[in-house]
């Protein structure tokens, strides 16, 4: 089943007395099957972040359209856009992007209050939640008293309490050392494994060789593609690298 | 390196750091300034004549020195934290502890020079102004030089020492940090405070023991004494401090105990509001305490001198119904009306056109016999008759008045009372007897005393009959009134002068009883004089409660800039979260908005309440300085609650932009 569809996404910026325009995307098109794990490759101002922030509806594509389970975003009102992304979407950040006044077990439930989930409810999920990332010890500690690698995967919680469909990583990996890299991978793995759809945007190598299959995109097009298939994680990583030089050398044909 | 780099270096910092810096040397050059007036008008060579006055300027200028280095203090902790980030980098970039010193000294030189500078350029500007305000207020003359250099000097060496110390503080605090302590210190503040029963528990107990003082003190003790005003002083100190533990302790603490109820905090409104305020309180405590603390201080110090010289012109009415008023007693044989008659024709003759006129006697006595006594004023029928217009007929012995029983005995003399008179009655508030007077309290009580009216004859029986009884050796005893006091008071169109005109009256008496040798006595007052004194006193407190007013006014305002400046750097960050966890954007606002909004209203809304607690003993307090109408206070107190409410709301408006502008950038 196709989840998320996205069709001729194009993406043009301009300043606001009209002079230049940026054209972060061209034309970008895909799909993601439900229970697929993907990775956005690219170069830093390749257009990753412009189209992870359309896919998320936090921006508006010039051209194109995104849709979600055949619905078009688009017709999702400016209103209801919030509730529609807390229902469905799940964020992680490269910054993480906890909010200091609140606890790891208020960061968590934030989306279930905003949700207006009862409290019971919230108790239910967030311990075995908790336990699968291995926080279950730090609930109520702060955010500035934890380590990076449980600041994220606080974020990965707060991200999976809805049980949104899809789950939208940017650069989880950019602020941590490899050991909570390594790990919190690990956790992309069985959260794949289990069937929940993941979308990461990436530069690493080794996250993006996770995942079950790699989208690279440069200069605001997608360029290629590779499927994991019956590859090991070593070689797929090394199928990734080669594609990333060939990338780099500005190739066009493979 | 090059000598010259330092002072250049310091002088681009300060300007790097426009933003934090504008605001603190507007600080230093507003308190230099203020430091300076104040400090003239408790000059010596300033205005005439104001010997008491001199010393509250005096002690106000001390006070205000010792507030404005609290402040500049606090406002520099505020600077100093905003600029950890950047030691930190020069720290690391290589600058010793001593370097950084330098830096810092050089800055503070900058900062004396500029703020010292300008203060004293402003208040140089401003000094004549506010003294013809002090002089009009006063209604005095505005006399002394234009420039007060030995105020200078003592504004230059407070402020030096101000700086110096600010400048050692800052010393201390970067030589004992490590370059990474300077560059996390600015997320430091960020930690998440905690619940603190002791502390909150404290303040409770010090702002109601404070608030008991002040409400408790007027209900239990009747009489006004001077103790009122150092249980004043304890109580503003226990509220002071109060204030500040239940700031810094009380308010999170209440908050915790709200997001331990789990049904009520988990809700959506609920849970942003309280964990954003918990937040909020724990990193704003103390300025909003202090924000607190300066707007009950504007808000009775005004309230309570506005009332003050609002209630000038009754004050003086109270003690001075007429605006002349001459009293004389003389135990020698006189036409009293004879004489009293040329006084008049005399000073008509001068040219004053007396009206309203009033004569009459009076006889104030107070005798004790084994016990039995009573104390009565005695008042003629003609004089009952000209003060309250009542036509009264008595017979020899017969009396009206305030007494409550039919019959009075005066040792052994009967009389009869022709009916009675309440005890506000209006001869009664004529003379002084209707309770507002401060020995009797303000309930209006004769405190025994009563009035009694008679004929003249029978009131001069009356006295010689206690006279001989002393005389025949009895062991009562009788005091006050001797002779009976003689009166006349008599109002003076507007523009003539009461003083001189009582004077011409006084003279004339005097003049007759001059070549006699006989006992006499004289007691004259007028409303101008009275006017006068009252007003160099009531004018010089107005003037501290406005000038002191609009400074703290501009202290909380600059305390409400600054944390409008730090909030808004902080939300910048957090409306982008809660957008991205599912939160409209609309609504975030709106709920981050209303929270700076209840943060910024919580101290102003605490001080009405403390001026509401000190209302009743301020009230008090001001019957030390003669001054009894708990209306008119009332009126200025919530006056100047609505003038202070919008001056507050207007600061806000104006710094609120500054923080929209930073959360928009």
């Known amino acids: 089943m196709v989840l998320l569809e996205v069709e001729n996404l194009q993406k043009t910026y301009t300043s606001r007395f009209g002079g230049q325009s940026v054209r972060a995307l061209a034309g970008v098109s895909f799909a993601v099957e439900a229970g697929e794990y993907t990775a956005v490759m690219g170069e830093s101002g390749s257009g990753k972040t412009t189209l992870l922030n359309v896919l998320a509806s936090l921006d508006r594509p010039t051209v194109g359209r995104v849709k979600l389970q055949g619905k078009d975003m688009a017709a999702v009102p400016e209103k209801e856009l919030a509730a529609f992304r807390r229902d469905n979407l799940g964020f992680v950040f490269q910054q993480f992007n906890l909010l200091d006044a609140f606890s790891i077990r208020d960061n968590i439930c934030l989306p279930m209050v905003l949700a207006g989930r009862p409290y019971r409810q919230m108790e239910e999920k967030l311990r075995p939640l908790a336990e699968r990332l291995g926080i279950g010890e730090i609930l109520d500690k702060y955010p500035y008293e934890v380590s990076g690698g449980q600041k994220q995967r606080t974020a990965v919680a707060r991200a999976l309490i809805l049980s949104p469909k899809i789950v939208m990583a940017d650069e989880p990996t950019g602020a941590l050392d490899s050991r909570a890299s390594d790990e919190l991978l690990r956790i992309f793995d069985d959260l794949a494994a289990a069937g929940q759809t993941v979308l990461m945007v990436t530069h690493s190598v080794k996250a993006a060789s996770h995942a079950g299959r790699v989208l690279f995109i440069k200069d605001g097009a997608l360029f290629h593609q590779l499927y994991r298939g019956g590859d090991s994680q070593e070689r797929f990583y090394g199928r990734i690298s080669d594609t990333l030089t060939l990338l780099a050398g500005g190739g066009r044909d493979e | ?665």
């Open chain 2, 1 to 665: 390196m090059n000598k010259r780099f330092y002072p250049r270096f310091a002088w681009d910092c300060m300007r790097k750091n426009r933003r934090f810096y504008t605001p603190y040397l507007t600080t230093v050059m507003g308190a230099a300034a203020g430091f300076y007036m104040l400090a003239t008008t408790a000059d010596p060579c300033g205005l005439a004549d104001a010997g008491d006055v001199r010393v509250i300027m005096q002690v106000c200028t001390a006070v205000l020195g010792l507030v404005c280095a609290g402040f500049l203090l606090y406002t520099n902790g505020f600077l100093m934290r905003q600029r950890g980030r950047e030691f930190g980098l020069y720290s690391v970039l290589g600058m010793t502890r001593e370097n950084l010193a330098r830096l810092m000294l050089w800055e503070s030189v900058y900062t004396l020079l500029i703020g010292l500078g300008g203060g004293l350029f402003l208040g140089a500007l401003f000094d004549r102004l506010l003294l013809l305000l002090l002089a009009r207020l006063m209604g005095a003359a505005l006399t002394g030089p234009v420039l007060y250099v030995r105020c200078m000097v003592l504004t230059a060496g407070v402020f030096g020492a101000i700086l110096l110390l600010i400048f050692a503080v800052n010393a201390v605090r970067v030589g004992l940090m490590r370059p990474v302590d300077l560059i996390t210190s600015q997320s430091a503040g960020n930690k998440a405070p905690k619940a603190r029963w002791l502390i909150a528990g404290a303040g409770l107990i010090l702002v109601g023991a404070g608030y008991v003082i002040a409400i408790g003190r007027p209900t239990l003790m009747q009489a006004v004494e001077t103790e009122d005003i150092l249980w004043f002083f304890i109580a503003v100190l226990l509220v002071i401090l109060g204030t500040f533990a239940l700031f810094l302790a009380g308010t999170v603490t209440g908050l915790m105990l709200l997001r331990r109820w789990k049904g009520y905090y988990y809700k959506t409104r609920h849970f942003i509001a309280v964990s954003g305020l918990i937040h909020r309180m724990g990193r704003n405590a103390a300025g909003l305490a202090i924000i607190c603390v300066l707007s009950t201080a504007v808000l009775v110090m005004v309230s309570s001198t506005v009332s003050l010289y609002a209630g000038l012109e009754s004050n003086v009415r109270q003690s001075c119904p007429r605006d002349v008023m001459c009293e004389f007693t003389s135990g020698a044989q006189t036409d009293w009306d004879e004489l009293l008659d040329g006084a008049v024709d005399e000073i008509r003759a001068a040219g004053y056109h007396p009206q309203n006129t009033v004569r009459y006697c009076f006889w104030e006595c107070r005798w004790d016999q084994n016990g039995a006594g009573g104390d009565m004023v005695f008042l003629d029928a003609a004089g009952y008759e000209t003060i309250t217009g009542r036509k009264i007929s008595l017979k020899p012995g017969q009396i009206l008045t305030t007494w409550p029983e039919d019959t009075l005995s005066v040792l052994d003399m009967e009389l009869d009372a022709a009916g009675h008179l309440e005890p506000d009655d209006p001869a009664a508030v004529y003379l002084g007897l209707a309770g507002t007077d401060s020995q009797y309290g303000r309930q209006g009580t004769l405190d025994g005393r009563h009035l009694a009216v008679a004929g003249a004859d029978t009131i001069e029986q009356v006295r010689r009959g206690l006279q001989s009884c002393l005389e025949a050796g009895s062991d009562a005893s009788l005091a006050f009134g001797t002779y009976v006091d003689h009166l006349i008071d008599f109002d003076l169109p507007a523009g003539e002068d009461t003083h001189a005109c009582r004077v011409l009256v006084e003279d004339h008496v005097v003049k007759h009883f001059r070549p006699l040798e006989t006992a006499f006595g004289s007691g004259c007052r007028d409303a101008g004089t009275i006017r006068a004194s009252l007003m160099a006193n009531y004018g010089s407190l107005l003037f501290l409660g406005l000038f002191l007013g609009a400074l703290f006014l501009g202290g909380a305002a600059l305390l409400i800039y600054y944390k409008q400046l730090s909030e808004g750097y902080e939300d910048r960050s957090r409306f982008a979260v809660l957008e991205q966890v599912g939160m409209d954007a609309g609504m975030a606002r709106k709920s981050i908005r209303s929270q700076i909004l209840l943060v910024f209203f919580l101290p102003l809304l605490t001080a009405f309440c403390h001026t509401a607690a000190a209302f009743p003993l301020v009230d008090r307090m001001l019957g030390i300085w003669g001054m009894y109408d708990t209306g008119v206070f009332a009126l200025c107190t919530l006056a100047s609650a609505a003038v202070f409410t919008a001056l507050y709301g207007a600061v806000y408006a104006l710094t609120a932009r500054t923080y929209t502008k930073i959360v928009r950038e």
